[in-house]
Protein backbone atom coordinates (compact mmCIF):
# COMPACT_ATOMS: atom_id res chain seq x y z
CA UNK A 1 0.00 0.00 0.00
CA UNK A 2 0.94 3.83 -0.19
CA UNK A 3 3.21 4.97 2.42
CA UNK A 4 2.02 8.10 4.01
CA UNK A 5 5.35 9.95 3.31
CA UNK A 6 4.71 9.12 -0.49
CA UNK A 7 0.66 10.48 0.09
CA UNK A 8 2.48 13.47 1.93
CA UNK A 9 4.70 13.90 -1.11
CA UNK A 10 2.19 14.23 -3.64
CA UNK A 11 0.08 16.64 -1.71
CA UNK A 12 2.87 18.87 -0.89
CA UNK A 13 3.64 18.51 -4.79
CA UNK A 14 0.01 18.70 -6.20
CA UNK A 15 -0.43 22.03 -3.44
CA UNK A 16 2.75 23.20 -5.42
CA UNK A 17 1.38 23.29 -8.71
CA UNK A 18 -1.67 24.51 -7.97
CA UNK A 19 -0.48 27.31 -6.38
CA UNK A 20 1.96 28.00 -9.32
CA UNK A 21 -0.84 28.03 -11.88
CA UNK A 22 -2.80 30.32 -9.78
CA UNK A 23 -0.30 32.81 -9.73
CA UNK A 24 0.24 32.67 -13.66
CA UNK A 25 -3.27 33.78 -13.77
CA UNK A 26 -2.46 36.48 -11.86
CA UNK A 27 0.20 37.60 -14.66
CA UNK A 28 -1.92 40.03 -16.54
CA UNK A 29 0.22 40.51 -19.44
CA UNK A 30 1.57 37.02 -21.33
CA UNK A 31 5.19 36.31 -22.39
CA UNK A 32 3.99 36.96 -25.66
CA UNK A 33 2.05 39.84 -25.94
CA UNK A 34 5.21 41.27 -23.45
CA UNK A 35 7.75 40.25 -25.93
CA UNK A 36 5.69 41.78 -28.71
CA UNK A 37 5.16 45.16 -27.08
CA UNK A 38 8.98 45.41 -26.37
CA UNK A 39 9.41 44.70 -30.08
CA UNK A 40 7.10 47.64 -31.20
CA UNK A 41 8.77 49.76 -28.81
CA UNK A 42 11.74 49.21 -29.93
CA UNK A 43 10.97 49.64 -33.59
CA UNK A 44 9.45 53.15 -32.46
CA UNK A 45 12.56 54.42 -30.18
CA UNK A 46 14.64 53.19 -33.83
CA UNK A 47 12.43 55.82 -35.50
CA UNK A 48 12.94 58.53 -33.24
CA UNK A 49 17.07 58.16 -32.90
CA UNK A 50 17.46 58.49 -36.84
CA UNK A 51 15.30 61.25 -36.43
CA UNK A 52 17.39 62.96 -33.84
CA UNK A 53 20.39 62.04 -35.99
CA UNK A 54 18.97 64.07 -39.10
CA UNK A 55 18.49 67.02 -36.81
CA UNK A 56 20.41 69.96 -36.13
CA UNK A 57 22.67 70.87 -34.03
CA UNK A 58 22.39 74.04 -31.37
CA UNK A 59 25.55 75.45 -33.58
CA UNK A 60 23.46 75.07 -36.73
CA UNK A 61 20.12 76.62 -35.15
CA UNK A 62 22.14 79.25 -33.42
CA UNK A 63 23.77 80.31 -36.70
CA UNK A 64 20.28 80.03 -39.00
CA UNK A 65 19.13 82.19 -36.16
CA UNK A 66 21.25 85.05 -36.55
CA UNK A 67 21.49 84.55 -40.28
CA UNK A 68 17.49 85.15 -39.91
CA UNK A 69 17.88 88.08 -37.70
CA UNK A 70 20.49 89.24 -39.27
CA UNK A 71 21.54 90.88 -35.76
CA UNK A 72 25.46 91.53 -35.50
CA UNK A 73 27.05 92.20 -31.95
CA UNK A 74 28.62 95.64 -30.98
CA UNK A 75 31.72 94.27 -31.76
CA UNK A 76 31.39 93.58 -35.27
CA UNK A 77 29.74 96.74 -35.65
CA UNK A 78 32.21 98.75 -34.21
CA UNK A 79 34.39 97.05 -36.57
CA UNK A 80 33.05 97.56 -39.80
CA UNK A 81 31.94 101.00 -38.68
CA UNK A 82 36.04 101.82 -38.33
CA UNK A 83 36.51 99.99 -42.05
CA UNK A 84 33.86 102.15 -43.49
CA UNK A 85 35.71 105.33 -41.74
CA UNK A 86 38.43 103.80 -43.06
CA UNK A 87 37.78 103.43 -46.36
CA UNK A 88 36.17 106.95 -46.83
CA UNK A 89 39.46 108.37 -45.74
CA UNK A 90 40.98 106.46 -48.84
CA UNK A 91 38.41 107.62 -51.39
CA UNK A 92 38.85 111.30 -50.13
CA UNK A 93 42.22 111.46 -50.97
CA UNK A 94 42.43 109.40 -53.95
CA UNK A 95 39.42 112.16 -55.14
CA UNK A 96 41.98 115.41 -53.94
CA UNK A 97 44.74 113.66 -56.04
CA UNK A 98 42.66 113.19 -58.73
CA UNK A 99 41.27 116.66 -58.26
CA UNK A 100 45.13 117.63 -57.84
CA UNK A 101 45.85 115.84 -61.20
CA UNK A 102 43.27 117.23 -63.47
CA UNK A 103 44.69 120.41 -62.39
CA UNK A 104 47.99 119.87 -63.69
CA UNK A 105 46.99 118.11 -66.72
CA UNK A 106 44.86 121.41 -67.46
CA UNK A 107 48.12 123.38 -66.91
CA UNK A 108 49.93 121.70 -69.06
CA UNK A 109 47.42 121.90 -71.89
CA UNK A 110 47.58 125.86 -71.49
CA UNK A 111 50.95 125.52 -71.61
CA UNK A 112 51.13 123.13 -75.02
CA UNK A 113 48.27 125.36 -76.40
CA UNK A 114 49.88 128.52 -76.28
CA UNK A 115 53.16 127.53 -77.36
CA UNK A 116 51.23 125.66 -80.35
CA UNK A 117 49.48 129.06 -81.29
CA UNK A 118 52.70 131.23 -80.91
CA UNK A 119 51.95 133.21 -78.24
Given at each position: ????E ?28 L??DL ?22 L ?16 K?L ?6 V ?27 K????
Amino acid sequence: MIDFEVLAAFAILGLMMVLAFKGGRNNPVTTGRLANDLHKTKNKLMVIAKELEEAATKADLEALRLEITGSATSVEVKALSDKVTTVCTKVDGIEKAADRTEEAVQRIEGFLIKKALGS
